[in-house]
């Protein structure tokens, strides 16, 4: 059985799709921009700024299905600029302690609200 995830916490869908999805054990995270749920502003001043708020709109979406980033399995990132890997990276890294996710990053020529990066996951737990 199918259930959407959704939290006040997180920013809402900006389109016809749930944030989240759990199936079981499973979790499907769409793809989440740098969206401040708080006053929905699109945080792009740095990717720093950006990655860390897209890191954390995952974590709430987590939460709010009892899973957590340790349960993240993969994670597909995409970004405006590829110079800004290493300076994302080191902000992504910081999330996972031990054991980070299998993952693919690319460039891409434009994401949505013109945003920086976004990050996808899905999460299993054991």
Do not use: H, W
């Amino acid at each position: 059985m199918k259930k959407a995830i959704r939290d006040s916490k997180a920013p809402a869908a900006i389109g016809p799709y749930s944030p989240a999805i759990q199936v079981g054990n499973q979790l499907f995270v769409s793809g989440q921009i740098p969206v401040n749920s708080e006053n929905g502003a699109l945080v792009k001043d740095t990717i720093e700024n950006a990655t860390k708020q897209v890191m954390e709109n995952i974590t709430r979406l987590l939460e709010a299905a009892d899973f957590n980033l340790n349960d993240i399995v993969k994670c597909s990132i995409f970004l405006k600029d590829f110079n800004d890997f290493k300076k994302m990276n080191d902000v992504y890294s910081s999330f996972f302690e031990k054991d980070p996710p299998a993952r693919e990053t690319v460039e891409v020529s434009r994401l949505p609200l013109d945003a920086l990066i976004e990050i996808s996951c899905i999460a299993i737990k054991s």
